[in-house]
Every structure is written in C-alpha cells, then in structure tokens.
C-alpha cells in the first residue's frame, strides 16, 4: 500500500542553526501539507503546496520557513534559523486532489529537538 | 472560522466496554469532518470521514461516528473495545472549496484495560 515517508525520524539540533526536514509523498498525488505538533499540543497545519506553489500558510509560517519540491518525488520544510519552540513533530501529508472531502494521508513524522 | 473541540484528554474503558469519543465543531461552512487515529510512533491515519449524504458513517476497525448539525457534533464511537484500539484519536475538521487545511482537535487518548 503506498504511504508518505519522512527523515529523518528524529533530528536534533542547535538554536540557529538550519533544518531540512524531508518527505516523498505518495507518487500520483498533487496536494502537499506540513502540519507540526509540540509535545502535548493539537496538530497544527503549516503549509498547504500545489503546483510548486504555497497554496495557504499559517501564521506560524513565517520567513524562517520556506518549501519546496526539488524534484518529482521529494518535498521539503526548511528551517533557516531554528528557534527551541520549534521543537516539534512535524508531520507531512499528501493528498491525491483538491478540496476538503479528500483524505490526506500522513508520513510518521519527524521529531525536531532544537537545544 | 473553523474549530473542533474533543471533551476528555483522556478515556479509560474496559476491554468490551463501549468506547465514546466526544468532538464538537464549529464552522462556517459546510463542514467535512474526519477521525484520525495515532498509534506511538506512527503518523496519522484515517478512521473515517464525512463529507455529504449518509449522517452515520463507518470507518476501519469497527468504529463509527454520526454527524449531527443540531448538535455540531461528531462523536466516535465503538461498540466493543479491544485492547488494541489504545491509540491517541483526534477529530478534526475542514470546508469545501480548495487545498483545505485540517483543523484538528487536542486529541483524546484511549485506554482499554482488561
């Protein structure tokens, strides 16, 4: 069955200092999210992508995050400049087509620990 | 605006037991609204969802939920619970139109005793 993977599973790193967080989402799909969750908080949505474009963001998407889709499998979250209440789950999902009835389906996240 | 709400961080049943989990939202649209379940260590995966039409849905596992408008309410439930079904549920919520993010719950975590 094919499903969105994500690495690392778990990334620590220094305050300040740049995260690449990864995601292959599933291959015929088009629509592209990153949501993130702090330890004991809700899941919250980050970024919606389609088309190599930001479809909707977040307040919590400021100029330190950026997303892309480098090639035809890969779509990534940057972190320029990490910050220790970005520590985080962060969990990427894709769906197949637009609109809010369609399932999205979710990679097992990646736990980001800033120090 | 969209908002969901999931009374109880926290359900303990037995293992057989009725299994309720609470979710209320609020929307401005006309809502989609979905169950997810997290297993440790795992992502989220879909329980069930309702979008138009039939106000009981079913989902994997044995679950269900009714969407009830008077209400706003989309309550989770299961007739018998099995151990395995200890797992972190959250309900979450979204509109029509396009590229529509989730808007999700707390989250409620379920334990099933013996």
């Known amino acids: 069955e094919p499903e969105v993977t994500q690495t690392p599973s778990h990334q620590v790193t220094q305050m300040g200092q740049e995260v690449i967080l990864r995601c292959v989402p599933i291959s015929n799909h088009l629509y592209f999210y990153w949501y993130r969750q702090i330890l004991g908080q809700k899941v919250e949505f980050l970024v919606s992508f389609y088309n190599n474009e930001i479809s909707e963001k977040s307040e919590i998407f400021d100029d330190q995050f950026s997303v892309e889709r480098p090639d035809g499998s890969n779509f990534t979250l940057k972190i320029r400049s990490t910050k220790l209440e970005d520590s985080a789950m962060y969990f990427c999902a894709s769906s197949e087509s637009s609109g809010g009835s369609h399932e999205q389906f979710f990679g097992p996240g990646t736990r980001l620990t800033v120090l | 605006a969209q908002s969901v709400t999931q009374l109880g961080s926290h359900v303990s049943v037995s293992e057989g037991a009725l299994v309720l989990l609470r979710c209320n939202y609020s929307s401005s649209v006309p809502p989609y609204l979905f169950w997810y379940v997290q297993y440790p260590n795992q992502g989220l995966q879909l329980l069930l969802k309702?979008?138009?039409?039939?106000?009981l849905v079913k989902g994997i596992n044995g679950f269900e939920a009714e969407f009830k408008k008077s209400e706003t309410s989309f309550h989770l439930t299961k007739p018998s619970a099995h151990m395995s079904d200890a797992a972190e549920y959250f309900c979450?919520?979204?509109?029509?139109?396009?590229?529509?993010?989730?808007?999700f719950g707390a989250g409620t975590r379920l334990a099933v005793h013996p």
């Open positions: 979450a919520v979204s509109g029509a139109g396009g590229y529509n993010k989730l808007i």
């Open positions: 309702y979008t138009t039409g039939a106000t």
